[in-house]
C-alpha cells in the first residue's frame, strides 16, 4: 500500500523550516540527472530529522537518505515513501581552532572553502568531490592521495528509533569507498568534526586550483554523471579495463560510457536508469569476458527500476 493522503498531511505539518514536496522528480537531485519520482520529498532542518524519522517508524512508510545525489543511480519508477534529503537546510560549518564542525548537508566544497578561509590544510583533496560532508562520511570519498579517513575526528547519527551515537573514525570502519554506515540502513549522519592543519593559504588555495584543473581536464564534467561508476578493483583502474575492452563510446540509448574518461558512465542527455543499470551490466560482462576481472558498482542503486 502507498502513503496516504492523511499520512502526508501529518509529515508535511511537521516540516516548518526546510522544504517539503510530493511526487517530486529525482532527476532534480542527482547529478546522473536520472530518477522518477519520490512518493514524499523532505529537505528537513536539524531538529526536524527526528519528528519525521518517528513518524515514519510508526507508521511504516520506508524512508531513502540521501546527500547530494551524487553518487546514486534512481530507479525509473522512482522512491516510494519518503525521501529525506540531508542538503541546503542542515549545512552550517564553523571553525573552531583546527577543527571544523559542521552539519551533515554542508558541501564538500563549502566545508573545503572553510578550511582554505581560515588557513586550514588536508582538505584541499574534498574540494572538488560534489558531494554533501554526510554523503562523503558514509563513502569515505577520496581523491589525489586523501580520503574522509585522513581528516575525521568523529560523527554524530541518529537512528531511526532516535538514538543519538557518536561514532569515532576508528569506529566507523572507513576503508575504500566503505563505512559503517553502509551496513546500518536507517542510520542517518547528523553532523561531524573534522581535523587539520595550520597551512598557508595561498599554498591551499594553489592546490584547489591545481586538482580543480586536474578534474577538468580528465573528467567529462560538461555531461550528468555520477563520477566513477565502478569501485578500482585491487591492482587495476576500472577505466583502463573498460577501454582495453574496447568500451570507449560504447552507449546503451543516452547511457555512455565516456569518451573522456572510460571510469564515467554519462547521461548523453535523455537516459534513463533502466539504460544505465543495463550497460553497467554489459561492461561487466565484456571486461570479466576480456581480463578476467570483476568490476563493481561505486554508483549506489536506489529505489524501482521496474
Ligand atoms: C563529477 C563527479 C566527480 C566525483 N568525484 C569523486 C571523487 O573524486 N571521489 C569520490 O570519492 N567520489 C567522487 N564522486 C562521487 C560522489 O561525489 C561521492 O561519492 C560523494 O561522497 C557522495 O556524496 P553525496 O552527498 O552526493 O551522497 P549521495 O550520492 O546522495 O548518497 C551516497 C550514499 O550515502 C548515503 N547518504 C548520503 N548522505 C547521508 C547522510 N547524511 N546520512 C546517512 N546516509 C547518507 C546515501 O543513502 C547513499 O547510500 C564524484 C561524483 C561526480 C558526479
Known amino acids: ?21 510530493t511526487k517530486e522528480p529525482m ?10 519520482e519520490a512518493d514524499v520529498f523532505i529537505e528537513p532542518s536539524f531538529s526536524e530529522v527526528l519528528p519525521v524519522i518517528t513518524y515514519c517508524q510508526e ?3 520506508p524512508v531513502t537518505v540521501i546527500g547530494n545525489g551524487s553518487n ?7 522512491i516510494r515513501g519518503v525521501v529525506l534529503s540531508i542538503g541546503k537546510s542542515m549545512n552550517s560549518v564553523s571553525v573552531e581552532g583546527n577543527t571544523i564542525i559542521a552539519e551533515a548537508g554542508a558541501l564538500l566544497s563549502s566545508v573545503a572553502a572553510a578550511a582554505k578561509d581560515a588557513s586550514l590544510t588536508g582538505m584541499e583533496f574534498a574540494a572538488g568531490i560534489p558531494g554533501s560532508l554526510g554523503g562523503a562520511v558514509v563513502m ?12 575525521l ?7 531511526v528509533d532516535g538514538t543519538v551515537d557518536t561514532y569515532s573514525v576508528e569506529e566507523l570502519e572507513l576503508s575504500y569507498r566503505h563505512s559503517l554506515i553502509m551496513e546500518r540502513p536507517g542510520t542517518i549522519v547528523m553532523s561531524a568534526r573534522l581535523q587539520l592543519e595550520p597551512g598557508s593559504q595561498e599554498e591551499i588555495l594553489a592546490t584547489m586550483r591545481e586538482l580543480a584543473g586536474k578534474r577538468q581536464e580528465k573528467q567529462p564534467l560538461n555531461f550528468p554523471s555520477a563520477g566513477s561508476t565502478f569501485k578500482r578493483p585491487v591492482g587495476y583502474f576500472a577505466g583502463k579495463l573498460i ?40 561492461v561487466q560482462r565484456r571486461v570479466k569476458e576480456d581480463s578476467g576481472v570483476d568490476i563493481y558498482p561505486e554508483v549506489r542503486m536506489i529505489g ?3
Open 1 to 21: 500500500m502507498g502513503i496516504t493522503i492523511e499520512q502526508i498531511d501529518n509529515l508535511k505539518s511537521l516540516i516548518t523550516t526546510g522544504s517539503f514536496v
Open 27 to 36: 532527476a532534480r537531485h542527482t547529478t546522473f540527472r536520472i530518477g522518477g
Open 59 to 61: 507508521q511504516q512508510i
Open 72 to 78: 546514486l543511480l534512481v530507479g525509473d519508477k522512482g
Open 140 to 151: 569515505n570519498a577520496g581523491a589525489y592521495g586523501g580520503e574522509l579517513k585522513d581528516i
Open 153 to 159: 575526528v568523529d560523527v554524530t547519527c541518529l537512528t
Open 243 to 282: 577501454e582495453d575492452a574496447g568500451l570507449r563510446g560504447f552507449a546503451v540509448g543516452d547511457a555512455q560510457v565516456s569518451e573522456k574518461h572510460c571510469g564515467f558512465v554519462v547521461n548523453r542527455g535523455n537516459a534513463t536508469a533502466a539504460e544505465v543499470r543495463e550497460l553497467m551490466l554489459e
Open 304 to 306: 524501482e527500476f521496474e
